[in-house]
């Protein structure tokens, strides 16, 4: 089982699967698991939109 907390980011055009289904599934298989999904991203959100993605990651790890 996933003990650790984690941050999955997921671009919004995802070509390979819905990326709000998949962020909803981790959810509920992973509870300590936070999902984003990247407006206007694809695939690669951390080269779409860096500054976005960043601030997602610098939020997170502010929480923890």
């Known amino acids: ?3 650790v ?4 980011v997921f671009g919004e055009h ?4 819905d990326p709000w289904k998949v962020a909803r599934r981790a959810e509920k298989i992973i509870p ?8 206007g991203a694809g695939h690669a959100a ?3 939109k860096p500054e976005m993605v960043n601030d997602l ?6 929480k923890a």
């Open 1 to 3: 089982q996933f003990k």
């Open 5 to 8: 907390p984690a941050l999955l």
């Open 14 to 17: 995802e070509l390979l699967y």
């Open 32 to 39: 300590v698991i936070e999902t984003d999904v990247v407006m």
């Open 46 to 48: 951390i080269y779409d």
């Open 57 to 62: 990651v610098v939020d997170y790890l502010q």
